[in-house]
């Protein structure tokens, strides 16, 4: 999968385009931890152009909101593809992620 | 007391081993008038002839030179023009015997020398084939490579894993040092040839150092760091230097390999155990309980994964029933899926009349900082059937697939209401409730069947799992569950199983 990085003022913005499933965790986690280094207290993943995700990549952005909780700051998700958005519906995690439908209404929603 | 001779003088060497040209000349000038014969060099008279000869009278001399060695030939007792001519003759016919003389014997010496190094040679692949061990391989290139060259100190540094560094004989550089000229020999790819004297205590120009990358599947991996008197390593030493480190790598790369192989099958082998530990922690027997017909089965993916159920089934009491999946695979998966299955068990052991969500609730209060550490979570979905009520309360932590498929009906998903445990510190999760009637269905099962795949990539899915479930609902629990489990396999038609599939069905009976 490929993974590109921007920064808005302090929140890193992250794409990701491609399959995000075990194979890519260690490869994933190392470029969360790039961006966390660079702004440890904010991430918005734009997810638009990924096209499945598995239940391990679910687990790394749980592991990855929860580092950013923890520094009062949040792991943010946009731009979710309808059949991966299902996979958050269903497993509930919709309730736990902020998700916004594009990167534009996340940054218009977030305080600046 | 015993006199320790002085190593005999090169000269006398040569007049030992020419002694009947050496008397034709000196016999000659005596039986021409002379009163004697002498060679002298800058330590003193290496020959005089005869042995009586006074060498304070007044003589003739020229010089003789041999590569290095310089010397004079004397006639004592003559001093003519026709017998200096003589002399000078004499001592151009005694150089370059003497010549060809040294020569013999630096040739003699190479061929000693070089045996001496092909012996070491054979000696050093001798030996490091014959080890299994890294340790030994490197210990041994010490050893030996230090022997091969005339080294005064010889080590090898291998930075990988706990890193490995031997000295021989005794330690001289320290691994600071080491794994400095590593980095600079691992960047270029290239010896490295220094002159450490000063730094470590000789004087300037008597000492010269190398270090020489041993290379593993093209990368520099680990070097061969020598230390010896002189100035530098001549051209032959650094080619039997590269064929040396060259076997070395190789020696190395197998040792590895051997290593590697070793600890698959020694992991293959715990994975096993691992895995026959897993299926022995899920319930053996089926449990009888009023009003519903139970079955279950579970058949894990070829990692042990982290798939679970759960029966409690007490006389007099609701059932109370659970299925979960921890994310991941491999050994940390099942770990997780061992202690919460464990906690799963006392807790609705000793939750008397405890519902669903507090079941739920207790798991992830106990569960959360662990999930957390370790960077997982576990779907769970408590069921709670209640024969007296016909009812069936539930609690669904981020689990699917849950079909209900009510009797002579059309079969739907059940939904989660909240996220799985170690998500949230807190269950946010609610009890929900349903009738549950003879001939209605509850089938919980874990994603390894709808995800599936056949040889073309293409999934299960949840529609062809609903339309089986409605389609097999009039048969007995056991029977949905096998009907469950040919129809994947059909459809994956030799697609290895990616993930487990683990499925719980309950049937409402009268």
């Avoid at chain 1, 909101?65 to 309808?82: A, E, P, Y």
């Avoid at chain 2, 099958?265 to 994975?271: D, P, V």
């Avoid at chain 2, 293409?458 to 048969?475: D, N, P, Q, V």
Wanted: glycine share 8%.
């Amino acid at each position: 999968m490929e993974l590109k990085m921007r920064t808005t003022g302090p929140l890193a913005i992250g794409e990701m385009s491609g399959r995000f499933d075990t194979l890519e965790n260690a490869k994933v986690s190392a470029w969360l931890d790039s961006l966390l280094a660079n702004n440890p207290s904010g991430i918005l993943l734009n997810m638009s152009n990924v096209t499945f995700v598995d239940s391990s990549a679910l687990s790394l952005l749980v592991k990855y909101m929860k580092t950013c909780r923890q520094n009062n700051g949040d792991l943010i998700i946009c731009g979710l593809q309808s059949h991966v958005r299902v996979i958050f519906d269903l497993t509930r995690l919709d309730k736990v992620f902020r998700i916004f439908s594009t990167e534009e209404e996340a940054l218009h929603a977030l305080p600046s | 007391m015993i006199a320790t001779a002085a190593p005999p003088h090169p000269l006398q060497n040569f007049l030992r081993a020419h002694h009947n040209h050496v008397s034709a000349i000196t016999n000659s000038w005596l039986e021409m008038g002379a009163a004697g014969v002498g060679i002298c060099t800058g330590d003193g008279w290496a020959g005089v002839w005869p042995e009586t000869c006074r060498l304070d009278m007044p003589g003739i001399h020229v010089p003789m030179k041999a590569g290095q060695m310089n010397a004079e030939l004397w006639v004592f007792g003559v001093s003519d023009a026709v017998a200096m001519t003589r002399l000078e003759a004499d001592a151009v016919l005694l150089s370059r015997l003497m010549a060809l003389e040294y020569e013999l014997v630096d040739m003699t010496q190479e061929l000693i020398s070089s045996q001496d190094q092909l012996l070491a040679l054979f000696s050093l692949s001798n030996a490091m084939q014959n080890q299994l061990s890294l340790r030994e391989v490197l210990n041994t290139l010490a050893h030996e490579s230090s022997k091969l060259f005339n080294l005064i100190y010889s080590a090898t540094f291998l930075p990988s894993g706990n890193g490995e560094m031997f000295h021989y004989p005794q330690p001289v550089l320290d691994d600071h040092y080491m794994l400095r000229v590593f980095q600079t020999v691992a960047r270029s790819g290239q010896r490295l040839v220094f002159s450490e004297g000063p730094v470590i205590g000789f004087p300037p120009d008597t000492l010269c150092g190398l270090v020489e990358p041993i290379v593993i599947q093209g990368e520099v991996k680990a070097v061969l760091c020598l230390l010896k008197q002189g100035v530098r390593f001549e051209s032959p030493e650094l080619k039997l230097l590269s064929g040396v480190c060259d076997q070395a790598g190789t020696q190395i790369k197998n040792v590895l390999l051997y290593q590697e192989t070793l600890a698959q099958a020694r992991l293959n082998a715990e994975m096993e155990v691992a895995k026959q530990l897993q299926i022995r922690l899920l319930p053996h027997h089926l449990p009888e309980v009023n009003g519903v017909d139970v079955a279950a089965a579970s058949l894990p993916a070829l990692q042990v994964g982290g798939d679970f159920y759960h029966f409690a089934a007490q006389p007099g009491e609701p059932f109370m029933f659970a299925v979960g999946d921890v994310t991941g695979k491999g050994m940390p998966a099942a770990l997780l899926m061992a202690m919460t299955r464990t906690l799963l068990k006392s807790k609705t052991r000793t939750l008397q009349q405890s519902s669903p969500v507090d079941v739920l609730g207790a798991v992830n209060d106990e569960m959360y900082e662990d999930y957390t550490e370790i960077g997982m979570f576990s779907t769970m979905f408590v069921g709670l059937y209640d024969y007296w009520e016909k009812v069936l309360y539930f609690a669904n932590g981020g689990h699917s697939p849950v079909i209900y498929c009510p009797a002579g009906s059309t079969a739907f998903m059940l939904e989660a209401d909240g996220p799985p445990v170690g998500v949230l510190p807190e269950c946010i999760c609610e009890n929900q409730l349903m009738e549950f009637h003879p001939g209605d269905v509850l089938v919980v099962a874990t994603d390894g069947f709808n995800e599936a795949r056949n040889p073309q990539g293409e999934m299960f899915g949840y529609e062809r799992l609903l339309a089986l479930i409605e389609a097999s609902a009039s048969e007995s629990a056991q029977t949905i569950v096998n009907n469950l489990y040919q129809a994947v396999a059909a459809f994956s038609n030799g697609n290895a199983q990616d993930d487990d599939q683990t499925v719980v069905v309950i049937k409402g009976v009268r």
